[in-house]
Protein backbone atom coordinates (compact mmCIF):
# COMPACT_ATOMS: atom_id res chain seq x y z
CA UNK A 1 0.00 0.00 0.00
CA UNK A 2 1.06 3.72 -0.64
CA UNK A 3 0.63 6.64 1.58
CA UNK A 4 2.06 10.01 0.41
CA UNK A 5 4.52 8.30 -2.03
CA UNK A 6 5.70 6.11 1.13
CA UNK A 7 4.99 1.83 0.71
CA UNK A 8 3.85 0.17 4.11
CA UNK A 9 5.32 -2.97 4.35
CA UNK A 10 3.88 -5.38 6.51
CA UNK A 11 5.77 -4.72 9.67
CA UNK A 12 4.20 -1.04 9.38
CA UNK A 13 7.32 0.80 8.28
CA UNK A 14 7.79 3.30 5.88
CA UNK A 15 10.30 3.30 2.95
CA UNK A 16 10.30 5.59 0.15
CA UNK A 17 9.14 4.07 -3.20
CA UNK A 18 12.55 3.65 -4.95
CA UNK A 19 15.36 1.89 -3.01
CA UNK A 20 18.42 4.97 -2.90
CA UNK A 21 21.22 4.78 -0.62
CA UNK A 22 21.13 6.49 1.70
CA UNK A 23 17.33 7.20 0.88
CA UNK A 24 16.90 9.32 4.43
CA UNK A 25 18.47 11.74 3.61
CA UNK A 26 17.89 12.05 -0.59
CA UNK A 27 14.16 12.62 0.48
CA UNK A 28 14.52 14.39 3.49
CA UNK A 29 12.50 12.12 5.52
CA UNK A 30 12.26 12.03 9.40
CA UNK A 31 11.01 8.89 11.08
CA UNK A 32 10.76 9.34 14.64
CA UNK A 33 8.91 6.94 17.27
CA UNK A 34 6.58 8.98 19.44
CA UNK A 35 5.87 6.75 22.08
CA UNK A 36 6.56 9.49 24.64
CA UNK A 37 3.68 11.80 23.24
CA UNK A 38 0.56 11.92 25.01
CA UNK A 39 -2.38 9.79 23.71
CA UNK A 40 0.25 8.08 21.48
CA UNK A 41 0.66 4.17 21.50
CA UNK A 42 3.93 2.09 20.00
CA UNK A 43 3.00 1.68 16.03
CA UNK A 44 2.69 5.63 16.37
CA UNK A 45 5.19 7.21 13.69
CA UNK A 46 6.17 10.86 12.57
CA UNK A 47 8.24 11.74 9.90
CA UNK A 48 8.56 15.02 7.30
CA UNK A 49 8.67 14.82 3.90
CA UNK A 50 11.06 17.98 2.44
CA UNK A 51 11.48 17.09 -0.84
CA UNK A 52 9.89 15.25 -4.22
CA UNK A 53 6.13 16.25 -5.40
CA UNK A 54 4.62 19.33 -3.73
CA UNK A 55 1.49 17.36 -2.76
CA UNK A 56 4.06 14.73 -0.81
CA UNK A 57 5.60 17.07 1.08
CA UNK A 58 5.11 18.60 5.19
CA UNK A 59 5.32 16.85 8.21
CA UNK A 60 2.69 13.93 9.37
CA UNK A 61 1.79 12.22 12.74
CA UNK A 62 0.78 8.62 11.73
CA UNK A 63 -1.21 6.12 14.00
CA UNK A 64 -1.86 2.60 12.55
CA UNK A 65 -2.72 3.81 8.87
CA UNK A 66 -4.17 6.87 9.50
CA UNK A 67 -1.98 10.03 8.88
CA UNK A 68 -2.80 13.41 9.70
CA UNK A 69 -0.88 16.51 8.74
CA UNK A 70 1.26 18.76 11.43
CA UNK A 71 1.30 22.25 10.73
CA UNK A 72 4.06 24.22 11.71
CA UNK A 73 3.43 25.86 15.76
CA UNK A 74 2.48 28.97 16.34
CA UNK A 75 5.20 31.45 16.31
CA UNK A 76 5.62 34.96 17.87
CA UNK A 77 5.61 38.44 16.74
CA UNK A 78 8.61 39.85 16.54
CA UNK A 79 11.16 43.08 15.40
CA UNK A 80 14.63 41.77 16.04
CA UNK A 81 16.35 39.39 17.77
CA UNK A 82 15.85 40.43 21.00
CA UNK A 83 12.02 39.64 21.04
CA UNK A 84 12.60 35.93 20.34
CA UNK A 85 14.04 33.33 23.20
CA UNK A 86 17.31 31.66 23.34
CA UNK A 87 17.68 29.67 19.94
CA UNK A 88 15.44 31.62 17.79
CA UNK A 89 15.74 34.00 15.07
CA UNK A 90 13.71 36.47 14.59
CA UNK A 91 12.41 36.48 10.56
CA UNK A 92 9.40 37.36 8.16
CA UNK A 93 7.61 33.87 9.79
CA UNK A 94 8.14 35.20 13.74
CA UNK A 95 10.77 33.77 16.05
CA UNK A 96 11.75 30.66 14.54
CA UNK A 97 14.07 27.82 16.54
CA UNK A 98 17.81 26.96 15.23
CA UNK A 99 18.86 23.81 14.88
CA UNK A 100 21.57 21.41 14.17
CA UNK A 101 19.44 17.81 14.13
CA UNK A 102 15.80 17.24 13.22
CA UNK A 103 15.45 16.29 17.24
CA UNK A 104 15.34 19.80 17.78
CA UNK A 105 12.84 21.03 16.23
CA UNK A 106 9.22 20.91 17.38
CA UNK A 107 6.34 18.83 15.75
CA UNK A 108 5.18 20.60 12.55
CA UNK A 109 8.40 21.09 11.80
CA UNK A 110 11.83 19.70 9.85
CA UNK A 111 15.77 20.77 10.62
CA UNK A 112 16.14 22.72 7.24
CA UNK A 113 19.29 23.23 5.67
CA UNK A 114 19.52 26.70 6.44
CA UNK A 115 19.75 25.51 10.39
CA UNK A 116 16.07 26.78 10.98
CA UNK A 117 13.20 24.96 12.15
CA UNK A 118 10.51 24.89 9.11
CA UNK A 119 7.64 23.50 8.05
CA UNK A 120 8.47 21.56 4.26
CA UNK A 121 5.45 23.79 3.23
CA UNK A 122 6.75 27.14 4.13
CA UNK A 123 8.91 28.90 2.32
CA UNK A 124 12.58 29.98 3.70
CA UNK A 125 12.14 33.06 5.91
CA UNK A 126 13.92 36.44 5.10
CA UNK A 127 15.15 38.90 8.24
CA UNK A 128 12.85 41.49 9.30
CA UNK A 129 12.81 44.32 7.55
CA UNK A 130 15.46 46.73 8.82
CA UNK A 131 12.91 49.68 10.96
CA UNK A 132 14.31 52.99 11.84
CA UNK A 133 14.46 54.65 15.19
CA UNK A 134 15.98 58.04 15.05
CA UNK A 135 15.09 60.54 11.87
CA UNK A 136 19.05 60.61 11.27
CA UNK A 137 18.36 56.74 9.86
CA UNK A 138 15.97 58.13 7.23
CA UNK A 139 18.05 60.58 5.28
CA UNK A 140 17.39 64.51 4.35
CA UNK A 141 13.44 65.08 4.62
CA UNK A 142 12.40 62.13 6.07
CA UNK A 143 11.17 61.69 9.38
CA UNK A 144 11.25 58.09 12.00
CA UNK A 145 7.41 57.75 12.68
CA UNK A 146 6.39 54.57 14.11
CA UNK A 147 9.72 52.70 12.40
CA UNK A 148 9.37 53.67 9.16
CA UNK A 149 10.95 56.74 7.13
CA UNK A 150 8.19 59.25 6.37
CA UNK A 151 8.45 61.94 4.01
CA UNK A 152 7.52 65.91 5.24
CA UNK A 153 5.09 67.61 3.95
CA UNK A 154 5.72 71.04 5.61
CA UNK A 155 7.38 72.16 2.51
CA UNK A 156 6.13 70.53 -0.10
CA UNK A 157 3.20 68.57 -1.01
CA UNK A 158 3.47 64.80 -0.78
CA UNK A 159 3.19 62.64 -4.06
CA UNK A 160 -0.03 61.32 -5.33
CA UNK A 161 -0.40 58.27 -3.23
CA UNK A 162 0.52 59.45 0.12
CA UNK A 163 -1.75 61.98 1.86
CA UNK A 164 -0.43 65.05 4.25
CA UNK A 165 -1.64 64.08 8.09
CA UNK A 166 0.01 65.89 11.37
CA UNK A 167 3.06 66.73 9.07
CA UNK A 168 4.12 63.54 7.42
CA UNK A 169 2.98 61.77 4.07
CA UNK A 170 1.32 59.35 4.57
CA UNK A 171 0.17 55.97 2.42
CA UNK A 172 -3.48 56.84 1.03
CA UNK A 173 -6.58 55.36 2.60
CA UNK A 174 -8.26 55.59 -0.95
CA UNK A 175 -7.46 52.72 -2.91
CA UNK A 176 -8.65 54.99 -6.01
CA UNK A 177 -5.45 56.64 -5.38
CA UNK A 178 -3.31 53.80 -5.77
CA UNK A 179 -0.86 52.53 -9.04
CA UNK A 180 -0.60 49.52 -10.22
CA UNK A 181 2.84 48.35 -11.29
CA UNK A 182 4.99 45.39 -12.32
CA UNK A 183 8.39 46.69 -10.79
CA UNK A 184 10.12 50.12 -9.01
CA UNK A 185 10.29 52.06 -12.20
CA UNK A 186 6.79 51.86 -13.33
CA UNK A 187 6.25 54.16 -9.76
CA UNK A 188 7.37 57.69 -8.62
CA UNK A 189 9.90 58.97 -6.81
CA UNK A 190 10.09 58.07 -3.27
CA UNK A 191 8.10 54.99 -3.84
CA UNK A 192 8.72 51.68 -5.05
CA UNK A 193 6.82 48.04 -5.84
CA UNK A 194 5.40 45.62 -4.36
CA UNK A 195 2.43 42.87 -4.89
CA UNK A 196 2.10 44.81 -8.07
CA UNK A 197 1.22 47.76 -6.26
CA UNK A 198 3.56 51.34 -5.90
CA UNK A 199 3.45 52.23 -2.23
CA UNK A 200 5.79 54.28 -0.41
CA UNK A 201 9.17 53.82 0.39
CA UNK A 202 9.02 54.12 4.05
CA UNK A 203 12.98 52.04 4.25
CA UNK A 204 15.47 53.83 5.87
CA UNK A 205 18.66 55.06 4.15
CA UNK A 206 21.22 52.59 4.90
CA UNK A 207 25.40 53.66 3.84
CA UNK A 208 26.83 50.44 4.34
CA UNK A 209 27.53 47.59 4.17
CA UNK A 210 27.13 48.57 0.94
CA UNK A 211 29.87 51.22 1.07
CA UNK A 212 32.88 51.16 3.01
CA UNK A 213 33.21 53.42 6.61
CA UNK A 214 36.63 55.42 7.01
CA UNK A 215 39.11 53.31 9.22
CA UNK A 216 38.59 53.19 12.65
CA UNK A 217 34.51 53.30 12.38
CA UNK A 218 32.43 50.43 12.31
CA UNK A 219 28.62 49.39 10.87
CA UNK A 220 25.84 49.46 12.88
CA UNK A 221 22.43 49.62 11.59
CA UNK A 222 23.55 50.48 8.45
CA UNK A 223 25.25 53.82 9.61
CA UNK A 224 28.99 54.33 10.06
CA UNK A 225 29.42 54.40 13.50
CA UNK A 226 32.50 55.97 15.73
CA UNK A 227 33.55 53.39 19.03
CA UNK A 228 34.27 55.37 22.02
CA UNK A 229 35.93 54.63 25.68
CA UNK A 230 34.16 58.29 27.03
CA UNK A 231 31.97 60.91 26.29
CA UNK A 232 35.24 63.33 26.13
CA UNK A 233 36.76 61.10 23.12
CA UNK A 234 32.99 61.97 21.29
CA UNK A 235 32.88 65.38 22.07
CA UNK A 236 36.20 66.42 20.59
CA UNK A 237 35.31 64.44 16.96
CA UNK A 238 31.19 66.01 16.86
CA UNK A 239 29.70 68.14 19.55
CA UNK A 240 26.12 66.37 17.82
CA UNK A 241 27.01 63.03 18.59
CA UNK A 242 29.01 63.36 22.23
CA UNK A 243 27.88 61.09 24.03
CA UNK A 244 29.52 57.36 24.47
CA UNK A 245 26.93 55.07 25.31
CA UNK A 246 26.07 51.41 24.29
CA UNK A 247 24.77 50.22 21.57
CA UNK A 248 24.24 46.98 20.03
CA UNK A 249 27.20 45.40 22.42
CA UNK A 250 29.30 47.90 21.67
CA UNK A 251 30.39 51.45 22.89
CA UNK A 252 29.54 54.35 20.28
CA UNK A 253 29.28 58.02 19.93
CA UNK A 254 25.62 58.90 19.79
CA UNK A 255 22.86 61.83 19.86
CA UNK A 256 21.34 62.87 22.67
CA UNK A 257 18.06 61.69 21.23
CA UNK A 258 19.77 57.77 21.32
CA UNK A 259 20.79 58.23 24.78
CA UNK A 260 17.05 59.85 25.86
CA UNK A 261 15.02 57.33 23.49
CA UNK A 262 11.75 56.73 24.79
CA UNK A 263 10.49 54.19 22.09
CA UNK A 264 10.99 52.86 18.71
CA UNK A 265 7.39 52.11 17.71
CA UNK A 266 4.17 53.08 18.61
CA UNK A 267 3.12 50.07 20.68
CA UNK A 268 5.77 51.83 22.88
CA UNK A 269 4.00 54.87 23.50
CA UNK A 270 0.42 55.55 25.24
CA UNK A 271 -2.75 56.11 24.04
CA UNK A 272 -3.06 59.05 20.91
CA UNK A 273 0.19 58.77 20.70
CA UNK A 274 3.40 57.90 18.52
CA UNK A 275 7.13 57.26 18.35
CA UNK A 276 8.31 60.23 16.39
CA UNK A 277 12.65 60.47 16.38
CA UNK A 278 12.89 58.02 19.28
CA UNK A 279 10.28 60.02 21.64
CA UNK A 280 6.19 59.76 22.33
CA UNK A 281 4.42 62.76 21.21
CA UNK A 282 0.81 63.31 20.79
CA UNK A 283 0.19 62.88 16.75
CA UNK A 284 -0.92 66.80 16.47
CA UNK A 285 2.33 67.14 17.76
CA UNK A 286 3.98 65.38 14.90
CA UNK A 287 6.25 67.56 12.89
Do not use: W
Not at 58 to 63: K, Y
Amino acid sequence: MEFFGFQVDPAGEYAPRRRVEPPMKRFGILIIALSGLAGCNNDSRYFCVADGPLSDRGCFLCRGDECDSQSAPQRALCAGDVDCAVGELCTTLGCVGECEEDYECAVGTTCADNGLCLNPLEDDPNPPPFRCQFNFECGDARICIDGECLMTCLDAPCPDTQECIAGACRPCTDDTCLTSCTDDATCADHEYCSSFQCIPDTRPEQFCPDNECQPGRVCVRGQCRTPCATDDECARIDATIRFCAPVEEQTLCVRSSEVLAECQLNIDCGLGEECVDGACAGRSESP
